[in-house]
């Protein structure tokens, strides 16, 4: 698991503000986002970073301060454990922020979307879809209409053999071949996503997420009506327990995702993936502790992720 230092050279005064600012003590300053929106600007407040990638240390220098701080969330994969068994009442939810997206992302401070992210928070996302002589008759996908990023899904069971979670459909693959995008419930697409692993049976019958914390974010209703179901996610071909790799870099076919890198520090160095921590939450049931007692348990535990660091002159500095 990588781990990550500081950063080096911010100074809260050069924003302009001053303490009582900072506190809310001057109207109409945006308390919550007053810092991290003036990080976006020309002046360069917070260029420097401290981090560890490809297990050795690095000192990089961005143009944008944003970028410096996202330096220190990239990673280029995140790998974790799951249980999901009915009969012992286990779910686990992955909670996967990307604390600095919007400033990638939000169509209110960049016109289009910008590396390390794809796509903007103005589109819904549909993978898979059900036909009928050829006639699209039902489409499912995450329904909110926000940023989702494009990943690789793989799934093992204890006996390690891989089990793909491509998006699929009724008659296998949603591409030719192999899928390109992995299932939507196993796809990052808001600022904080909650992965689930588990399922239920809505009040019309269909298979939908369940989530270990009780989110919503796994089922919110399709305000654009882009989707005619919610999609489990693929989780249904997971066995009982075992783990899951999300490859931030590749799709489901192996290929690069050109979009999921960081610009390029002053040295060339690339960091490559998305900025993203990550962790996970498990939830068990026991209704046989004695006559009439249920028990209830929880565990929560970090998601492994790795840094790695590219460059287009040979070996990182």
């Not at 950063?7 to 810092?35: E, P």
């Not at 961005?62 to 779910?91: C, H, K, Q, W």
């Not at 209110?108 to 903007?120: G, K, L, M």
């Amino acid at each position: 698991m990588s781990t990550y230092d500081d950063i080096a050279g911010f100074d809260t005064s050069s924003l302009g503000l001053g303490a009582s600012a900072l506190q809310g003590g001057q109207a109409g300053i945006d308390v919550a986002n007053a810092a991290f929106a003036n990080l976006s600007g020309a002046a360069r407040y917070a260029n420097a970073v401290a981090l560890i990638a490809d297990g050795a240390p690095r000192a990089l220098e961005y143009d944008d301060p944003i970028d410096a701080v996202s330096a220190l969330f990239m990673v280029e994969s995140l790998d974790g454990n799951f249980t999901r068994s009915p009969s012992i009442g286990a779910e686990t939810d992955w909670i996967v922020t990307a604390p600095t997206k919007r400033w990638y992302v939000d169509p209110a401070i960049v016109d289009n979307a910008r590396p390390p992210f794809e796509t903007s928070f103005v589109q819904h996302y549909a993978a898979g879809q059900m036909t009928s002589n050829g006639v699209v008759t039902e489409t499912w996908a995450s329904s909110f209409p926000y940023a989702c990023a494009n990943v690789a899904a793989i799934g093992y069971g204890r006996d390690g053999v891989a089990i793909p979670l491509g998006a699929t459909n009724d008659g296998g693959s949603v591409d030719p071949a192999s899928p390109m995008a992995a299932n939507p419930g196993m796809t990052p697409c808001l600022e904080t996503s909650v992965l689930t692993f588990a399922t239920g049976v809505d009040a019309a019958n269909f298979e939908v997420p369940a989530s270990a914390i009780g989110s919503r974010l796994t089922n919110a209703a399709d305000p654009g009506e882009h989707v005619s179901q919610v999609l489990t996610g693929g989780v249904e071909r997971l066995p009982s327990a075992g783990s899951v790799s999300l490859d931030l870099v590749h799709d489901m076919r192996g290929d690069v995702n050109a979009a999921h890198a960081l610009a390029a520090a002053s040295n060339g160095d690339v960091l490559t993936g998305l900025p993203v921590i990550a962790a996970s939450a498990t939830t068990f049931v026991n209704g046989n502790v004695s006559n009439g007692v249920l028990a209830n348990y929880g565990a929560s535990a970090a998601v492994r992720s790795r840094a790695a660091c590219v460059n287009a002159g040979g070996s990182c500095r």
